[in-house]
């Protein structure tokens, strides 16, 4: 009894939802990467880390949430010649960016 592979979403498996999907998949490593580094500034500015730890691990955690979701909907976009740029995705990460920005800088500032 052979197992057979599922049947692919598009016919060119090397368009954009694979590139897009290993993108943010590095978006994601990255954050978790960051939370560690943050975990490590904890003795040094305290409390205030946890919630750019927080943050930053809830931001990864979105963008692994969706995944599955994301790559669907940009394949089948190909498939009916209809792609459309993910903007709530951008504007999320980009708003996470910047609230961990702002509380870094409100934790070295110690506000």
């Known amino acids: 009894m052979s197992v057979s592979a599922p049947e692919p979403l598009h016919q060119d498996p090397g368009l954009q ?9 590095r978006t994601t490593l990255s954050l978790c990467v960051a939370a560690l580094v943050f975990v490590r500034w ?3 500015y305290g409390i205030g880390i946890v ?3 927080l943050l ?3 931001a990864a955690g979105g963008i692994y949430a969706t995944q599955r979701y994301r790559y669907a909907v940009a394949s089948h976009g190909i ?4 792609l459309r740029a993910d903007v709530v995705a951008v504007f999320s990460m980009s708003a996470a960016v910047l609230c961990l920005g702002v509380v870094g800088i ?5 506000v």
């Open 17 to 25: 939802p694979e590139r897009t999907v290993m993108s943010w998949g």
């Open 42 to 44: 904890l003795p040094h």
């Open 51 to 53: 919630a750019m730890i």
């Open 56 to 58: 930053a691990l809830l």
């Open 79 to 82: 498939t009916a010649d209809r």
């Open 106 to 110: 409100l934790v070295v500032l110690d």
